[in-house]
């Protein structure tokens, strides 16, 4: 799979009080989301502001709008000030077959990306993953996928190929934790012994990412409410 600056370029370094993380540009019906990992923002309110990576310092961005999903990991957000279109919904496609290839982009271990001159944002760095298949944890679906995820890919993007066209199939939520095993420390006799309520979560080699279909649900949404805020505002200047 080859990623060409189309993809790259619309794959945006945030922070916020979640840590950082990555997000990327979609544009609906000619309006421009933002979609990334709901722990990555859940504490953010329309009006305040979400920082943005961009030309080498991070500048806060004013969300205008915005939703976030209840039970999955994944939220959309408007930001007008960051302009510039995002990738087309043509592109969004959460069709994915247990052992088909992907690659993922983020921001992992604090690197970015060199952008391509006159660019604004840095570009991600990608690795490539195997789709492992779908389990429901807590009653909604996850994507699960075989690779080494590391943080600062959280509200990165999946991206798939169909018919020779690489497309966004889902959103980097994190990586699922194997059986915590205890911490472990030397004895007087040259044994070990394990450390009284200390333990360790090792990364068990699954990535968890969540279908690109569930952005479009709070995309429409999102569009929902504006439809309604502007026939309340025809209403009220009809009085």
């Known amino acids: 799979m080859q990623l060409t600056f189309e ?12 840590g950082p993380g990555a997000a990327v540009l979609v544009t609906v019906r000619d309006q421009t989301y933002l979609i990334t990992a709901r722990h990555l923002v859940e504490t953010l309110q ?37 302009g510039g279109p995002g990738l087309g919904e043509n592109l969004m496609d959460g069709r994915v077959y247990v052992g088909q290839a992907a690659a993922y982009g983020g921001y992992p271990l604090g690197l970015e990306g060199l952008a391509p001159d006159g660019h604004d944002w840095p570009i991600p760095l990608v690795k490539s993953a195997i789709y492992s298949g779908a389990v429901r944890p807590n009653g909604t679906m996850v994507f699960l996928f075989d690779t080494v995820n590391n943080k600062g890919f959280s509200g990165g993007p999946v991206w798939i190929e169909v018919g020779g066209v690489v497309r966004l199939a889902a ?15 030397p004895r007087e006799d040259g044994g070990e012994e394990p450390v009284p309520d200390l333990t360790v979560k090792p990364n068990s080699g699954f990535m968890k990412a969540v279908p690109i279909q569930r952005a479009v649900e709070l995309i429409s949404a999102l569009e929902a409410e504006a439809a309604a805020a502007a026939l309340g505002a025809q209403s009220e200047a009809r009085r």
């Open 46 to 82: 329309a009006g305040e502001n979400l920082l943005v990576r961009m030309r080498g310092e991070w500048h806060q961005v004013r969300v205008e709008r915005l939703r976030v999903a209840e039970a999955d990991d994944i939220a959309v957000l408007v930001l007008p000030g960051l």
């Open 7 to 18: 993809y790259l370029t619309r794959t945006l370094r945030i922070r916020h009080v979640g």
């Open 171 to 185: 959103i980097v939520s994190g990586y699922h934790y194997d059986r915590p095993i205890p911490v472990m420390r």
